[in-house]
């Protein structure tokens, strides 16, 4: 006989320290994207320049970065489950904060990966999984979205904000001293909120076995979910969804000017996606009242294929290349809030954040290596009609999976 690996929910509260942690996460989430994630694109010619390397070879350090943090989701899950994340993300802040000053004196190619490896290890400790982690250690089912919500709103203006934070700062104090300027603000803003907000729950700190499972029990869960087909099912379309949205993300810009457009509008255009990534979440937020989430991301997904095939018939012009970025960025973001409901629903809380980072690994690994494969298509195809067709085919992959995951046999 088949057992089922859901796991019942610990008890959580919430209250007026809950949602103290809710904003001060979204605030340390928001800083955190934008200093070690979205400001890269902006640093990455002057660094190149400086450093006297391609810009290929500049990328491929952030690649590495987001690879690292890959690799970490795992034992920072672990962490997570077994500690909570006041020290994690203590830490964590901590070390990147120092890392952005070291960015700040690299002198060589080599000196770059180093330190972007390590900013990829240090951001698994601070940025959405752990915070995620934190959130569904402290409230419960009914509030649980609004708390998530409330985070991935906020740090979803993290590109808004720190891309033409990092132009300006670039622009008066070059792209050393713009880092050593972010570096000042990260640590002034994540530091001190991780350090006094973040905490465990009253329920953790209970001796009670019944209020506080051991760890055998975790490793219980966690092993029952991996052996359960709809896990790997899920996992499948979110690999599959990220290489999409990566793909896109990056090669965007590129596509549009190819069809005619000046590298300013290509550039807004590409833009909204970060905008539209809060609108998407915004959607699965409000109508999980009456369909499920897994109908609603199914749907979501589906548009975006639909979005992506259109492409080559309506992006020629400024309208319908809005219309379609629209129709696709309505799903960019929208599995970070999914995910967290997906598993809560189906394995409880006891080993979320476990079940999390052995989730979150292979789908953003996906994420990191796809536009390189993406790259070789146009390098080998010369066009991107057969690299919008694997976009299309992943979103189709994605919201196929979320489909059959509904159906699938339990575990």
Not at 13 to 33: D, K, N
Not at 122 to 131: D, K, Q, R, T, V
Not at 377 to 398: D, E
Request: charged share 10%; with cysteine; net charge positive.
């Amino acid at each position: 006989m088949a057992t089922s690996t859901t796991a019942p929910a610990e008890p959580t509260v919430g209250g007026r320290h809950g949602w103290g942690i809710v904003a001060a996460l979204a605030i340390t989430s928001t800083v955190g994207y934008g200093t070690l994630y979205y400001a890269y694109a902006v640093l990455l010619s002057p660094m190149a320049a400086s450093l006297d390397a391609s810009t290929t070879a500049v990328t491929g350090a952030l690649t590495a970065s987001v690879l690292a943090g890959a690799l970490m989701a795992i034992p920072v899950g672990r962490w997570l489950d077994r500690h909570g994340g006041r020290a994690l993300m203590t830490t964590g802040s901590i070390t990147a904060t120092t890392l952005l000053v070291a960015w700040s004196q690299i002198q060589t190619i080599g000196q770059l990966y180093a330190v972007m490896i390590g900013i990829g290890i240090s951001g698994a400790m601070i940025l959405y999984e752990p915070a995620f982690a934190v959130i569904v250690s402290w409230f419960t089912t009914d509030r649980r979205p609004t708390a998530l919500l409330a985070v991935t709103v906020v740090a979803g203006f993290a590109s808004t904000i720190f891309m033409p934070l990092t132009g300006f700062l670039v622009a008066h104090l070059g792209w050393r001293g713009a880092l050593l300027a972010l570096a000042a603000v990260h640590g002034a803003a994540t530091v001190p909120l991780h350090a006094l907000v973040v905490r465990t729950p009253p329920h953790i700190n209970t001796p009670s076995p019944t209020a506080r499972p051991d760890h055998s029990v975790r490793r219980a869960v966690a092993g029952a979910a991996t052996r359960d087909p709809r896990f790997w099912i899920l996992a499948a379309a979110l690999i599959a969804h990220g290489a999409a949205t990566s793909t896109i993300s990056v090669h965007l810009v590129g596509y549009l000017t190819s069809r005619g457009h000046s590298a300013t509008f290509a550039a807004t255009a590409t833009g909204l996606l970060g905008v539209l990534s809060v609108t998407g979440r915004l959607v699965l937020t409000s109508t999980r009242r009456r369909l499920s989430v897994t109908t609603i991301v199914a749907a979501i997904f589906a548009l975006q294929a639909v979005a992506v095939l259109a492409m080559p018939l309506t992006a020629a012009t400024r309208v319908g290349a809005v219309v379609t970025i629209t129709g696709f960025g309505l799903g960019f973001g929208i599995t970070s809030l999914a995910t967290p409901a997906l598993l809560t629903d189906r394995y409880g809380t006891t080993a979320y954040a476990t079940i999390a980072g052995r989730l979150a690994a292979p789908a953003t690994i996906a994420k990191a290596t796809a536009p390189l494969g993406a790259a070789a298509i146009l390098h080998i195809n010369g066009g991107y009609t057969l690299l919008l067709a694997g976009v299309a085919a992943c979103c189709v992959l994605a919201a196929t999976g979320m489909l059959a995951r509904a159906t699938a046999p339990p575990g």
